[in-house]
């Protein structure tokens, strides 16, 4: 059974950049598409985007200048940058494989925007 | 962006009825070179990560119980619960995964009555 796991830190400040990184377990990060998305407290679920190990990346528009996500083979993981983030960006993240739909997910990790 | 709405917002169900969720995209999520329909319903007990019930409109996850079951085509589809159990109590959200950006439904809270 696939396994997704969030880490990174919980607390950014205004205006810096949020990095979070998924570690993925019994399952190759070649074979599949891998996506990001958050969750305000109290509210519903945004897609952020997803990425390929092939390069391809699909980010949502209202976050595209902002948004960044690679990959990392030798490890199995994946990364999320949001840079010059806002109190808005304050979330629980989560990371979770694509196709078809979204799942497994992660348990997501809570990012909290303040100075 | 393709939009998606649901209804009700919420609704409380007894024990061992049924449940019934209706969820409505703005355009099409059907693919026509596949002919499948980009519909994903999604579980989110308190406290926890979503969870996939259903892909493809009416495909359920593996695991899942056969009394969740998806149904509808083109811009309407519906996530019926049958015999509802005391741990079916969650938010209920679709997603439509045929055209990026990928987007969810508000949610759907269920409770028991």
């Given amino acids: ?115 | 962006d393709i939009v998606m709405t649901q209804s009700p917002d919420s609704l409380a169900v007894s024990l061992g009825e049924r449940a019934t969720i209706k969820c409505k995209s703005s355009q099409s999520v059907l693919y026509s070179s596949n002919n499948k329909e980009y519909l994903a319903w999604y579980q989110q007990r308190p406290g926890q990560p979503p969870k996939q019930l259903i892909y493809w409109a009416s495909t359920r996850e593996s695991g899942v119980p056969d009394r969740f079951s998806g149904s509808g085509s083109g811009t309407d589809f519906t996530l019926t619960i049958s015999g509802l159990q005391a741990e079916d109590v969650a938010v209920y959200y679709c997603q439509q995964y045929c055209t990026t950006p990928f987007t969810f439904g508000p949610g759907t809270k269920l409770d028991i009555k």
């Fill in chain 1, 1 to 115: 059974q696939v396994q997704l796991q969030e880490s990174g830190p919980g607390l950014v400040k205004p205006s810096e950049t949020l990095s979070l990184t998924c570690t993925v377990s019994d399952a190759s990060i070649s074979d599949y598409y891998w996506s990001w998305l958050r969750q305000p407290p109290g509210k519903g679920l945004e897609w952020i985007g997803y990425i390929h190990y092939s390069g391809s990346t699909s980010y949502t528009p209202s976050l595209k200048s902002r948004v960044t996500m690679s990959l990392d083979t030798s490890k199995n993981q994946f990364s999320l940058k949001v840079s010059s983030v806002t109190a808005a960006d304050t979330a629980v993240y989560y990371c979770a494989r694509d196709g078809p739909g979204t799942g497994p997910w992660g348990q997501g990790i809570l990012v909290t925007v303040s100075s």
